[in-house]
């Protein structure tokens, strides 16, 4: 005997339709999503299944008619036949599903991450090795302590999921944790190296990098859980290292950012990368809210012969003039490829004098 299809039932509540070709799609959860903008209901479509990662809500056909309407559940049916008429009348536009093997979560708001990643951090040490590699830098015992750099977990993944979870803590929706084979909560096993996170202007961290050990290509990498089962992306998110000021350092990388910070007190903007501009131009508006009238450009100094690069520098500055800010280019001994570098060998000589 047919029944009715998750399709018919979407169709009838005038819910949003899957993108094209998508047989799993998100929308707003009438039970923890405040705004449209957030979207963490999930409706299979080709598993007849609908469930909220953030919430815990979900059920099949019957229940999303219930949730919607306030129908008691074992009414569902009748209503659905008294509104549609019996399922094997039901004419039903014919679509093109594509199977989707792992479904990922939106990205939760940046409260939730920065609490959960906090609550991470806390959990974890940072390795001896690690510790000297940043105090070689310039960095200070107190600044790594504040800043929250930590070694990448090694072992007990699921563990350290389980304890945020019951620690009331988001995992749906921060890149990084996922669902196991087993439908567990656990995080991503990454190649070692050290934890960096990344803050917006308020402090608060919006996602996590990794500095690898031992690799000479791709050091630094975002945490994410993209193409896992309730995995999420990471963004190429900026970073602010200092309180807003009118005029600001723009380089390359949170960690430079911290360094620069740490040794010199500038207020320090970083991007992912000289090619990686997408949330920079959304930053760049708020800071000008807050004050912000002057940049200055402080890549490494390979922006002048990597042409990659210099395609990359040349849109910043296109950026930055179409938005109208006053801009120039820090420059500095070539043979120290970065700002960072730079300042923490002039520190160094002239402590050492």
């Known amino acids: ?100 093997t792992n479904e990922e979560c939106p990205l939760t708001d940046v409260e939730s991450r920065h609490n959960t990643y906090s609550a991470l ?38 563990a350290i999921a389980k304890q945020l979870q019951s620690d009331g803590l988001y995992l749906a929706g921060v890149p990084g944790f996922y669902r196991d084979k087993n439908g567990s909560w656990t995080f991503v096993h990454e190649k070692r190296g050290i934890l960096i996170p990344v803050r917006d202007r308020l402090g608060r961290i919006q996602g996590l990098q990794i500095r690898r050990d031992n690799v000479s290509r791709r050091k630094f990498r975002w945490v994410s859980s993209t193409e896992m089962e309730d995995g999420c992306h990471a963004e190429g998110w900026t970073h602010l290292a200092g309180i807003v000021r009118p005029t600001i350092v723009l380089t390359e990388g949170p960690m430079k950012a911290d360094v620069i910070h740490a040794l010199s007190g500038l207020t320090v903007l970083a991007v992912p990368g000289v090619n990686s501009l997408t949330q920079l131009q959304m930053t760049l508006k708020d800071l000008r809210e807050e004050g912000l009238v002057e940049i200055k450009t402080a890549f490494d100094m390979d922006f002048a012969t990597n042409h990659h690069v210099q395609n990359g520098y040349n849109s910043l500055l296109q950026l930055l003039g179409d938005m109208g800010f006053s801009f120039g280019t820090y420059l500095w001994d070539p043979r120290y490829k970065g700002l960072d ?13």
């Open 121 to 158: 951090l806390s959990m974890l040490s940072l390795a001896v090795d690690h510790k000297e590699n940043l105090l070689s830098r310039g960095l200070k015992e107190q600044d790594i302590v504040r800043l929250g750099y930590k070694t990448t977990p090694v072992v007990g993944m699921s």
């Open 1 to 100: 005997m047919e029944i009715f299809h998750m399709w018919d039932i979407v169709s009838l509540l005038g819910l949003p339709m899957p993108p094209s070709g998508k047989s799993s799609y998100y929308i707003q959860c009438p039970c923890c999503d405040e705004s449209p903008r957030k979207r963490h209901l999930n409706i299979n479509l080709q598993k007849e299944v609908f469930r909220c990662p953030r919430c815990g809500i979900s059920g099949g056909i019957f229940d999303l008619y219930a949730l919607y309407t306030g129908v008691a559940r074992d009414r569902v049916r009748k209503e659905l036949v008294a509104r549609l008429g019996p399922p094997e009348l039901v004419t039903r536009p014919k679509k093109k599903i594509v199977s989707q």
């Open 341 to 353: 570098d730079y300042i923490w060998e002039y520190y160094f000589q002239k402590k050492s004098q």
